[in-house]
């Protein structure tokens, strides 16, 4: 039991490191609209994206879901909950045995903190540190959409969708190129999202993919892939059911536990692990 956890923890830790490594995505300076199909396409602006993307609320709410990740050779599943908030923030715990919670990661707007609740240690970083030392910058928009299959980073422009797709060329602040492709039924519904960067050298490779329900804004399955020159890290996340939050019952899981936890740095924790 002791080597699963101490496996798992060591997986989700580095997760926060590559998963925020060379993410953060914005528009182009003239970024091109499609062509429309003959028969005509879905405009975004207007029926369809507008309630799915482009005006997301997030309500209040608990999500479960099974998880299976997979870290160069090491493997491992377990379920995670996730407390999603409008502005607040969002926490995430895992699970990996009934009634043992191994791990909480907090992404609030002005820091992240992991705690390791085996060691009762924690670590707090906030976004600008973490820019600095990966050389690129995050920030708590681009996590909270990546975690949740929700581009919100896209909704100051509209588009056209024709023959049931949409791909809009993106730079990073570094001008690594990165598409992010919608693919919609003849109805204009939501079918999945696929964000990538199309840079696949030495530098990293990152692609996320989500599924959604007809008619649905909130994909019932998510998929992020991060290669680095040395790992190569898969997460999917397939959602079982939610249910909706008080204000009070959100605020309690997105308070940080109060004192009895050594403070460390992500490098100083990833070698306890």
Request: with cysteine.
């Amino acid at each position: 039991m002791r080597h699963i956890l101490r496996s798992f923890l060591l997986i989700v830790g580095s997760t926060l490191l590559l998963l925020a490594c060379g993410t953060r995505a914005s528009h182009s300076s003239s970024p091109k609209a499609p062509t429309v199909a003959d028969e005509g396409g879905c405009a975004l602006g207007d029926s369809w994206l507008s309630d799915q993307i482009l005006q997301i609320n997030h309500t209040p709410e608990h999500r479960i879901a099974s998880a299976e990740l997979s870290l160069s050779d090491s493997q491992l599943s377990t379920r995670m909950d996730l407390f999603v908030g409008q502005s607040e923030g969002l926490m995430l715990s895992a699970r990996p045995l009934p009634f043992v919670e191994a791990l909480r990661i907090y992404i609030l707007p002005d820091h992240i903190a992991l705690y390791d609740m085996m060691h009762e240690a924690k670590v707090t970083i906030s976004y600008y540190a973490l820019s600095e030392r990966l050389d690129t910058e995050v920030s708590y928009t681009l996590l909270r959409d990546l975690l949740l299959g929700q581009p919100t980073y896209l909704a100051d422009r509209e588009y056209i969708v024709g023959r049931g797709s949409l791909e809009i060329s993106l730079r990073s602040l570094k001008s690594k190129p990165w598409v992010v492709d919608y693919m919609v039924n003849p109805q204009c519904q939501l079918g999945t999202i696929r964000i990538a960067s199309t840079d696949q050298s030495k530098g990293g490779y990152l692609q996320g993919r989500y599924s959604y329900q007809s008619g649905s804004s909130k994909p019932d399955v998510t998929q992020l892939l991060v290669s680095t020159p040395r790992k190569r890290l898969s997460i999917q996340l397939k959602y079982s059911k939610s249910k909706e939050l008080t204000p009070a019952q959100l605020q309690d899981r997105l308070t940080e536990p109060q004192g009895g936890y050594t403070t460390m740095s992500l490098d100083e924790l990833l070698r306890l692990l």
